[in-house]
């Protein structure tokens, strides 16, 4: 009995009847772009450190003067920017995965690839002569973040959500009710996910549960045509899987109404631009009232997004033992919310049943907290000021040499752009804190790390480890046409070396 309420908003898929779908009218508006002058000095005293990678995103640590432990955007941007920043910094990335890159190469999707050439510019920050990879080591495993704290002087936590957050309700843990991250991990071939059953012969229908840009990213996915999707990076087992779906229809499920829709109109229009699909959109669900124009008054964004409403209220199995039979959904209307500005989705009564065998739940990412470090499980973040961790809000006294960035800092939210400024905000931090205080005690920095390491005979990858597995997945895909051929598997990924 799904208890949250969220309302299916496009019931959309690949055309096999007759039917022409209504033409398509509007405007398109671009997304402005944000600029803003950099807090960071140019230049400051020399400091050396480490820059260490965990998990998907990136923790950064400070030794001697500065070290940082990353993965991902926020990793990479807060490395570049400490490189830039200090002239003797240096910088040492430890990533859970042999691969660098993390969001963008497991959660950008595969037919994006233009959001994927940022890894030129991270690959340039790991050329670096200051900057070393460690990959294949695990944060909370492999190494604890006390022993980071006692290598190195400074130590930023940015490995992003690698969970999920549920929906709490009966009939979530049926078989084919899978988060969206995992289907995305899926067919990009991370290889926590490269063995995930996911039945699509069974059922024609589909039901996304979110708003936002991945919610869309993995309706398109599902309904795009696996002819074109050949032609990307997508892992080879997703491939065929796709080859073998039956599903012919998405719908797309969010709590409230248009003018509050999580995703881009960029996002929307590639759901409409498919080909041969049909888009089924109710007239009187994109009705505006003056609330929701008041809202959209500073937001362009959001007068190209359309949802229809409705409220999850539970999931049902079928006569398939243990797998999900549909989806009962409660309709919602949107009320004001006292002086905020917002209107809330309240439950009206109505009900509707979807049948389905297929559940994708796009309702947002969780980072998980690590042992010796603060975490508010309320908002799924480090408790922090200015990428300053600190112990709660309660307690504004930061905790030292410790800092965060990225999805761990703020939530996830944004584009991958946006850990740019937030590593600059982080970064400055650093440097006023250094500033301010005497690095007199010694630390071992990276040579610690490697004897760490070697002690527990862990077979960390360097970035010239990682470049071997690059040129292995472009030779292969050069012959199937394809970008790159991902290897997907531990075991693949580690006879590399």
């Not at 990136?58 to 990353?70: F, G, S």
């Not at 010796?372 to 709660?392: A, E, Q, Y």
């Not at 010694?442 to 862990?458: A, F, M, T, Y």
Request: overall charge positive; proline content about 5%.
């Amino acid at each position: 009995m799904i208890q949250t309420r969220m309302k299916p908003y496009i019931f959309a898929y690949p055309s096999q009847i007759a039917t022409t779908p209504p033409p398509l009218t509007g405007r398109h508006y671009t997304i402005p772009t944000r600029h803003r002058r950099s807090t960071i000095p140019n230049r400051g005293p020399p400091l050396h450190g480490r820059l260490l990678r965990s998990e998907n995103d990136a923790l950064l640590v400070y030794k001697i003067d500065i070290e940082a432990v990353t993965d991902g955007p926020a990793g990479f941007y807060t490395a570049e920017k400490m490189l830039k920043a200090h002239e003797g910094a240096e910088v040492d990335i430890i990533d859970r995965l042999p691969t660098p890159f993390g969001l963008v190469r497991s959660g950008v999707a595969p037919d994006h690839p233009e959001t994927k050439i940022v890894i030129n510019q991270f690959s340039r920050v790991a050329h670096n002569e200051r900057c070393s990879f460690f990959g294949n080591v695990s944060l909370g495993s492999s190494i604890s973040l006390s022993e980071l704290r006692q290598i190195y002087h400074v130590v930023v936590l940015a490995y992003g959500a690698e969970s999920d957050r549920i929906l709490g309700i009966p009939g979530e843990e049926l078989k084919g009710v899978h988060s969206a991250r995992e289907f995305v991990w899926w067919y990009n071939g991370h290889p926590d996910f490269s063995n995930m059953t996911l039945d699509l012969k069974n059922t024609d229908t589909a039901i996304v549960l979110g708003q936002g840009n991945v919610a869309l990213d993995v309706a398109r996915i599902l309904l795009r045509s696996p002819t074109e999707l050949s032609t990307t990076d997508i892992a080879s087992h997703a491939l065929d899987a796709l080859r073998e779906s039956s599903i012919r229809k998405v719908y797309l499920v969010g709590r409230r109404g248009p003018t509050q829709a999580a995703c881009t109109a960029k996002e929307l229009r590639e759901i409409l631009a498919i080909k041969d699909l049909h888009i089924n959109i109710k007239e009187a669900d994109l009705v505006k009232t003056s609330a929701d124009e008041e809202e959209m008054k500073n937001n362009r964004i959001r007068k190209r997004v359309f949802e229809l409403l409705s409220n999850i209220i539970h999931i049902w199995s079928n006569f398939r033992n243990g797998y999900v039979g549909g989806v009962h959904f409660e309709k919602t209307t949107l009320k004001g919310n006292g002086d905020s500005g917002y209107q809330i989705a309240t439950g009206t009564g109505e009900y509707e049943d979807i049948k389905c065998g297929l559940v994708l739940k796009s309702i947002g990412y969780k980072s998980i907290p690590v042992d010796g470090l603060p975490f508010d499980h309320s908002k799924g973040v480090v408790p922090n000021i200015k990428g300053r961790v600190i112990s709660s809000y309660d307690v504004s006294e930061a905790e030292n040499g410790l800092y965060v960035s990225g999805w761990l800092k703020r939530g996830p939210t944004g584009i991958i752009a946006t850990n740019l400024y937030d590593a600059e905000e982080t970064v400055a931090s650093i440097y006023e804190d250094v500033s301010k205080i005497e690095l007199t005690s010694r630390k071992p920095g990276r040579e610690g790390l490697l004897q760490l390491l070697e002690s527990k005979k862990i077979k960390f990858f360097t970035f010239d480890d990682w470049k071997k597995i690059d040129f292995e997945e472009k030779r292969v895909g050069s012959l199937k046409g394809k970008p790159r051929e991902k290897l997907t598997t531990w075991k693949d990924l580690l006879q590399v070396k």
